[in-house]
């Protein structure tokens, strides 16, 4: 049998494991507004034995493939949760914040930035985890005409320019920042709209990291496509299901289980740093 044939079948099982993958963490992502990287780093690491600056690279194509079909589904359901003057200042400071943080990760140990995020991570994680079991379904909100401050102004920019920052520098979604920042610092969105605008931030975010790897060869187009093919529909199926009635509470407390997730896969990190085994530690 040709050789080429062999590495094909070898290589379909892992793209429908891949597809799958992508296709539960999309749906995911679109629930809780997150891109999905937190979980999609480490299974590339210790699933797919990649290394971890290549396993970053190919979950921000996941990130980017969810998040794209999760606003792009956003914006045509009825009850869209945007409110579009948020996103017009959201979305360029994390812009500016992204290409910052892959400036800053390619010359920056991010250990201590590790071991620090990791207690607010658990901090946060458990705030969103109590605010869960009181929240309640805010699909009647009107964010169209929803008036914000001065000061919500500012928070807005500054929550979408560390989210910008921490997405290339740690391989995370921004959605780990900005839906707790939006939801606890600018309550006027409440969930529904906090995860919306995430979403849409995570969009651009995602795609300027995608942008910046392949131009130093970082991505894998066989790990990628077909993570990237699942993700789009599971996120277009996330954002049916997070507009249903009674959703809201339980996708309000994934948000805290992702944040979790991600604070324990910065530990394992750290140890696999400690022990020299890859990483930038």
């Known amino acids: 049998m040709p050789e080429s044939v062999v590495e094909q079948a070898r290589a379909s099982p892992k793209a429908a494991v891949l597809a799958l993958l992508g296709a539960a963490l999309g749906c995911y992502s679109a629930l809780?507004?997150?891109?999905?990287?937190?979980?999609?780093?480490?299974?590339?690491?210790?699933?797919?034995?990649?290394?971890?600056?290549?396993?970053?690279?190919?979950?921000?194509?996941?990130?980017?493939?969810?998040?794209?079909?999760?606003?792009?589904?956003?914006?045509?359901?009825?009850?869209?949760?945007?409110?579009?003057?948020?996103?017009?200042?959201?979305?360029?400071?994390?812009?500016?914040?992204?290409?910052?943080?892959?400036?800053?990760?390619?010359?920056?140990?991010?250990?201590?930035?590790?071991?620090?995020?990791?207690?607010?991570?658990?901090?946060?994680?458990t705030w969103v985890l109590v605010d869960a079991a009181r929240a309640h379904d805010d699909a009647g909100r009107e964010l169209a005409v929803l008036e914000l401050g001065v000061g919500d102004w500012a928070w807005i920019a500054a929550i979408g320019f560390v989210s910008g920052v921490l997405a290339p520098l740690l391989g995370i979604g921004g959605g780990l920042v900005a839906v707790p920042g939006l939801l606890f610092l600018v309550p006027g969105l409440g969930y529904l709209g906090a995860r919306a605008a995430s979403l849409a931030m995570s969009t651009a975010t995602a795609w300027t990291s995608v942008a910046l790897y392949r131009r130093d060869g970082t991505l894998e187009g066989s790990r990628a496509v077909p993570l990237a093919l699942g993700a789009a529909l599971g996120a277009a199926l996330g954002i049916q299901l997070v507009h249903v009635p009674g959703v809201v509470a339980v996708a309000h407390g994934m948000v805290s289980l992702a944040m979790y997730a991600a604070a324990a896969r910065f530990v394992v990190d750290l140890r696999r740093a400690e022990h020299g085994v890859g990483g930038r530690g």
């Open 32 to 125: 809780c507004g997150i891109g999905g990287g937190v979980f999609a780093v480490p299974i590339l690491v210790y699933g797919f034995r990649l290394p971890m600056q290549r396993a970053v690279a190919n979950s921000l194509v996941l990130v980017a493939a969810s998040t794209t079909s999760a606003t792009a589904f956003e914006s045509m359901h009825p009850e869209r949760a945007f409110h579009a003057p948020t996103l017009f200042v959201l979305v360029p400071c994390a812009l500016i914040g992204t290409w910052l943080g892959y400036l800053v990760g390619k010359r920056l140990s991010t250990r201590t930035l590790k071991q620090v995020f990791v207690a607010l991570l658990l901090l946060v994680g």
